[in-house]
């Protein structure tokens, strides 16, 4: 099938607004906590109902692609995410706030699901790796952005000598004690322009190989006897939720134990933290064509845990430097874990992928725990639960056995 060009731009796009929306939630914590007066447990509840989202909507998505097709659960994810965003902006209070996120959370898990296999066709196959790495760096550029704008809305809202025409606009429809809140106006702006957009192109017909199908429920039920796929899909979930319970926390921590002004430096922290996230990716590739991809998990998550445990126990400046380091050497993790579960299975990887995607609600569980165990014995050593997840990912790196490895410079000269 012919290349379309234009429809891998679009799929870089959605990327793009897929993360802008998703990881914005870390830097609000500080200002949530303050508007609304929540405990950390409170708090932690809001992430849990976006990526909870995740874990319901993933595979009942992969049924409605196959009903009604890719571009039109599309349409409906941008829908509901837009109606969740404006949901809050209008009606800005705790409760709705859970019940918004929990709408972005579901669009969110619909486009993800929807979006690959349209990539594959419209990319070419042969170039499908490599587009599917181009939309991770798309996504962890916006992840990098996204904080920055939210500094960047803040401090210019209803400021008349620095504001310019879009922040003197939200200055006029938000509350003057809330001014964060004006991000959701933007998001449902996003959303409903991603629409049109959507709505306006043509999109390549999509027929997916048995393999990739997402299969009856039996078929679901049958992998999810065998333990390897209970074990990897631990694996996500404990890669999710470390990514979350670190992104969501860290401006808090910062502000808690460093005084730290979370609108500013703590913003820009978790910016960078996924911003190393996207160079640890590119080193990452790099790496995986010179070493067997366990041995790069251990390498990459044994660094992150010496990253994570000086940023908790170190100064301001260590930890400024330590969280995102803990991004560039999580950056591999999720690639690496995908890659040595689908290889570990001869057959219906359609279904085991929804099984896998469905561990996204890792993002939901963990930061819940790490946010109730902070109410109880402080922040600190709340966010301590995380060396557990992450010592199961580096786990994976000892006891998978994939049926297919990874193909490296030298792998052969060692077969040999």
Not at 7 to 13: D, E, G, H, I, S
Not at 77 to 90: D, E
Not at 291 to 301: A, E, G, H, N, P
Not at 320 to 345: E, Q
Request: proline share 4%; net charge neutral; hydrophobic share 55%.
């Amino acid at each position: 099938m012919k290349r379309n060009f234009y429809f891998v731009l679009l799929f870089l796009l959605v990327f793009f607004v897929i993360s802008f929306l998703t990881n914005i939630l870390g830097p609000l914590v500080p200002d949530i906590i303050e508007s609304f007066d929540l405990s950390l447990t409170l708090v932690a509840f809001l992430p849990f109902a976006f990526f909870i989202a995740y874990g319901i909507m993933s595979i009942p998505s992969g049924i409605l692609v196959e009903k009604i097709g890719a571009k039109q659960v599309m349409v409906l994810a941008f829908l509901i995410s837009c109606v969740g965003a404006l949901f809050f902006a209008w009606k800005p209070s705790y409760v709705f706030y859970l019940v918004s996120l929990f709408a972005i959370g579901t669009g969110m898990a619909m486009l993800q699901v929807a979006i690959n296999p349209l990539l594959r066709v419209a990319g070419g196959e042969s170039e499908f790796a490599f587009n599917s790495v181009l939309g991770q760096l798309f996504f962890g550029l916006a992840s990098f952005l996204s904080p920055l704008f939210y500094s960047y809305i803040v401090l210019n809202i209803g400021n008349k000598d620095k504001g310019d025409m879009l922040t003197n606009f939200l200055s006029k429809i938000v509350p003057e004690n809330l001014p964060w809140i004006s991000l959701y106006w933007v998001f449902a702006v996003i959303s409903l322009l991603m629409v049109f957009i959507i709505w306006m192109i043509k999109f390549p017909e999509v027929k997916l190989k048995e393999d990739e199908k997402v299969g009856a429920l039996q078929t679901h039920m049958d992998l999810l006897k065998r333990p390897m796929v209970i074990l990897y899909f631990l694996g996500i979930f404990a890669y999710v939720g470390t990514e979350q319970g670190v992104a969501n926390w860290i401006s808090q921590f910062l502000a808690t134990y460093h005084d730290v002004d979370p609108q500013t430096q703590g913003a820009s922290t978790v910016s960078y933290f996924w911003g190393m996230m996207t160079a640890g990716t590119v080193l990452g590739l790099v790496l995986l064509k010179f070493m067997d991809s366990r041995k790069v998990l251990i390498v990459f998550t044994s660094a992150a845990i010496i990253c994570l445990l000086a940023s908790l126990l170190g100064s301001k400046s260590v930890a400024l430097i330590g969280f995102p380091l803990v991004g560039f050497f999580s950056s591999v993790m999720w690639s690496v874990i995908i890659s040595l579960a689908l290889n570990s299975v001869k057959s219906n990887h359609g279904s085991f992928s929804g099984i896998l995607v469905t561990g996204i609600a890792g993002g939901a569980i963990v930061p819940l725990i790490v946010g109730s165990l902070g109410d109880a014995i402080g922040l600190k050593y709340g966010m301590f639960f995380l060396f557990i997840t992450l010592l199961y990912i580096l786990s994976i790196g000892f006891w998978s056995k994939p049926l297919i490895n990874n193909d490296f410079i030298g792998k052969k000269k060692i077969l040999e």
